[in-house]
């Protein structure tokens, strides 16, 4: 099995700022891409921001310049830090991986189970 946690989210004022944090565990071979998506009350679940095993990163429009994606390979962990948070920021956030659990396996999908962050005016 393998297991995404989450850590990190809360209740913050607007112009605050919150670390997203994200580790993979069980049995992993390797993990390409790893990334946040965000979820708002009413609407589809969207991309935040992801990035590569070589480190490469895209990040949604309305996030650039705001929040930084990062991973720590060693620790199988992706984090997300967020500056400069709005109140349309609310949302549950998602950690997800694409992993593989063997040499010979192709790679699926994994998503955590959410962290609520929410940004009061």
């Known amino acids: 099995q393998v297991q995404l946690v989450e850590s990190g989210g809360g209740l913050v004022q607007a112009g605050g700022s919150l670390r997203l944090s994200c580790v993979a565990s069980g049995r992993i071979f390797s993990i390409n891409g790893m990334g946040w998506y965000r979820q708002a009350p009413g609407k589809q679940r969207e991309l935040v921001a992801r990035?590569?095993?070589?480190?490469?990163?895209n990040y949604a429009e309305s996030v650039k310049g705001r929040f930084t994606i990062s991973r720590d390979n060693a620790k199988n962990s992706v984090y997300l830090q967020m500056n400069s948070l709005k109140p349309e920021d609310t949302a549950v956030f998602y950690c997800?991986?694409?992993?593989?659990?063997?040499?010979?396996?192709?790679?699926?999908?994994?998503w955590g189970q959410g962290t609520q962050v929410t940004v009061s005016s």
């Open positions: 990035i590569l095993s070589d480190g490469s990163t």
């Open positions: 997800h991986a694409s992993i593989s659990r063997a040499s010979w396996s192709i790679a699926l999908d994994y």
